[in-house]
């Protein structure tokens, strides 16, 4: 747990914590990583709900019952259910993104398993995407790599990579603006 807890601090990692220990011991991690997925994408997809977990003008037992509500229309059960509940129950759910973040890193770590963003100029091909993901293994020394390919033709060619808090930029444009930077300095 030492090393878990180097990953996620304050606390909404306290939290997170919990809830994965918890998670692990009833072997449920998939479950409730897939439910807790399930609610961040409503809190991304509805400005109202995002407003509501936001406000601290509605009490706890507001909260727990219009949670209660919402958790039942999107059957969504089990640990993360009770977990969520007793989150607006301590009047904690203004954080609850923060939770969900810190309970998926110490999932993925758990799993061996690195995220990264990639943006590229054009699509790639799947043989690319592969040798990217072995690469990227590779250096942040995980079993795998996720990948979530953004297209951006703005960066011309190359790409930009950021795994973890690591970012390289070796876009084209990039180098041709540093470039533009030396250029004036010289001149």
């Not at 019952?65 to 999107?74: H, I, P, R, T």
């Not at 990217?132 to 953004?150: F, H, M, P, Q, T």
């Not at 603006?177 to 030396?182: H, L």
């Amino acid at each position: 747990m030492a090393k878990q807890e180097s990953l996620v601090s304050g606390m909404a990692g306290r939290y997170a914590q919990a809830l994965f220990a918890l998670a692990q011991e009833t072997g449920t991690t998939d479950e409730v990583s897939a439910d807790l997925a399930a609610f961040a994408g409503f809190i991304d997809s509805s400005e109202d709900l995002r407003r509501f977990i936001k406000s601290p003008v509605f009490s706890a037992e507001e909260q727990v019952k219009a949670l209660g509500a919402l958790l039942d229309k999107a059957e969504i059960g089990g640990t993360a259910a009770k977990f969520l509940k007793l989150v607006a129950a301590k009047r904690r759910l203004f954080a609850v993104e923060d939770m969900i973040r810190d309970f998926n890193i110490l999932n993925d770590s758990a799993k061996g398993l690195s995220r990264a963003s990639v943006t590229v100029a054009e699509a790639l091909k799947e043989e690319h995407i592969e040798a990217l993901k072995s690469a990227l293994a590779n250096v942040s020394g995980s079993r795998s790599v996720e990948i979530a390919v953004k297209v951006d033709p703005t960066i011309i060619g190359g790409l930009i990579v950021q795994l973890g808090s690591r970012m390289v930029d070796g876009s084209l444009k990039t180098k041709l603006n540093s470039i533009r930077t030396r250029m004036k300095e010289v001149g």
